[in-house]
């Protein structure tokens, strides 16, 4: 009797113990055991095409990939091109996509291949920074923090830079500083994901600022976990995989140089609050700050840029917080040696690589990218704005930007770092 109830009592606690067990695998490794669950589940059919073993596990993922890619795209608009091509036909005796194939010509939409004017020149450019980036990524003896981990140990939070359009199939990583406006504009434009009294804008230039660094205008890889759930890293990596994946960058430190400008010698109410006050009272030694920017600035209380840099050398500046995404490294923001870039433009060359980069899309007939009039921070101020920094801090700055110098091609600033 005693027996019974003490078995009864182990069954019920290993019931629990495993549900625990298995809630807890389910959660860390949560596409692993759908691959386990898939490739047990398969039925045992003679192979064709018999493949050595490291290539089966290959097989299986694109198998899976496959299955999730019709499951979950059945919701989503298809885009992938070449998919688009083949699937369509069938599909043009329904009055749905026909209608929408309608649309699309009207709009200008161009899907057949044309002769896109390539210039070989910008393609030896782009493949050559590409190349830079991929070398750069694979030499061990070149190391910086979280170069090595994995796509999938990345946080969701960490993802929230990289902006998908479904429509055109692009992936745009967005770098504060480095025209994102813009590029954010054109990926409102592509995706249609915003629309202005009921009709989608269509002219970049059209959206109002406000809207287009609000968030929720974006459809970025860290919403993916509220919509799809466990599937949503698989599904990044179907897109990462499929889609024409873009970053612009520029040299990093004319990149700080930039950020201060326009969020402290501006005057900018929230960059005020959230960090000149704080800088000020750190490292001018003041107690007592206006609760206004523009009191502050009429009283003289602005930031240095030497206090800035202290700022950003400080080791208690990250213990708070991350560093804001206008000062943010960008390999931090896009990590750029987990997600394969086709695509790396640079502020430098905006306009040629804007143009070369919407042919590659092949959306250069429905938009153009927008000019930019405004006073952009040029690389030939840099050596003044350092001047008044001490040679330590520069070159412990250097440090702490190093792997996007690296990565992106941009050389040593030697003029700054040597006395
Ligand atoms: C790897 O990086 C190191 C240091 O960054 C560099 O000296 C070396 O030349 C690189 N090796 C290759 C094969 O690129
Ligand atoms: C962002 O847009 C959403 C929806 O359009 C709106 O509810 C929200 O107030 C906006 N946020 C800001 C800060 O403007
Ligand atoms: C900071 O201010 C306090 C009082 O306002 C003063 O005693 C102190 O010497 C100042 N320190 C520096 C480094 O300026
Ligand atoms: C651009 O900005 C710099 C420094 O902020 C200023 O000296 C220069 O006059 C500006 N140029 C124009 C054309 O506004």
Not at 227 to 233: D, L
Not at 331 to 360: M, N, S, W
Not at 410 to 417: D, M, V
Request: glycine share 2%.
């Amino acid at each position: 009797m005693a027996k019974a109830r003490l078995f009864r009592l182990w069954l019920a606690l290993g019931s629990v113990f495993m549900i625990l067990v298995i809630i807890v695998y389910w959660d860390n490794v949560g596409t692993a055991h759908f691959y386990l669950h898939t490739s047990l589940s398969r039925p045992h059919l003679p192979d064709p095409h018999p493949t050595p073993g490291p290539e089966e596990g290959k097989d299986f993922t694109s198998d899976v990939d496959e299955f999730l890619d019709k499951l979950l795209s059945s919701g989503l608009k298809q885009n992938d091109l070449s998919r688009r091509k083949t699937e369509q036909r069938p599909l043009l005796a329904s009055p749905k996509p026909a209608l929408s194939n309608m649309e699309e010509n009207v709009r200008g939409y161009d899907w057949s291949p044309h002769n896109t004017k390539q210039n070989p020149d910008q393609d030896r450019l782009q493949a050559e920074r590409r190349r830079v980036l991929r070398d750069f990524c694979a030499n061990s003896s070149f190391v910086f923090p979280t170069k090595e981990r994995s796509f999938d140990d990345i946080p969701n939070y960490e993802l929230n830079h990289l902006i998908v359009d479904d429509r055109h199939g692009i992936i745009y990583c967005y770098v504060p500083k480095v025209a994102c406006t813009n590029w954010k504009r054109v990926m409102i434009v592509l995706s249609e994901s915003l629309l202005d009294r009921g009709v989608p804008y269509r002219e970049p230039l059209d959206i109002p600022r406000e809207h287009v660094h609000n968030s929720s205008t974006h459809l970025t890889f860290n919403k993916f976990w509220r919509r799809y759930g466990k599937f949503s890293r698989h599904l990044m990596k179907i897109k990462l995989k499929k889609y024409t994946k873009f970053l612009f960058v520029r040299d990093p430190f004319v990149r700080l140089i930039s950020a201060f400008r326009s969020k402290f010698e501006l005057e900018n109410e929230e960059f005020y609050r959230k960090f000149a006050v704080p800088m000020l009272k750190m490292y001018s030694n003041l107690t007592s700050l206006p609760t206004s920017v523009s009191e502050a600035f009429s009283a003289g209380l602005k930031v240095s840029f030497s206090n800035f840099i202290q700022y950003l050398l400080d080791p208690h500046t990250e213990r708070l917080a991350p560093f804001n995404e206008h000062w943010r490294q960008v390999y931090r923001l896009c990590h750029p040696c987990q997600i394969d870039y086709d695509f790396v433009g640079k502020l430098e060359t905006l306009d040629e690589d804007a143009a070369q980069l919407l042919r590659l899309l092949k959306v250069d007939q429905l938009l153009h990218f927008p000019p930019s009039y405004r006073n952009r921070t040029a690389s030939s101020w840099e050596e003044d704005w350092f001047a008044r920094i001490p040679l330590a801090w520069r070159q412990q700055l250097y440090k702490l930007y190093e792997a996007d110098f690296v990565l992106f091609g941009y050389p040593k600033p030697e003029n700054l770092l040597q006395d």
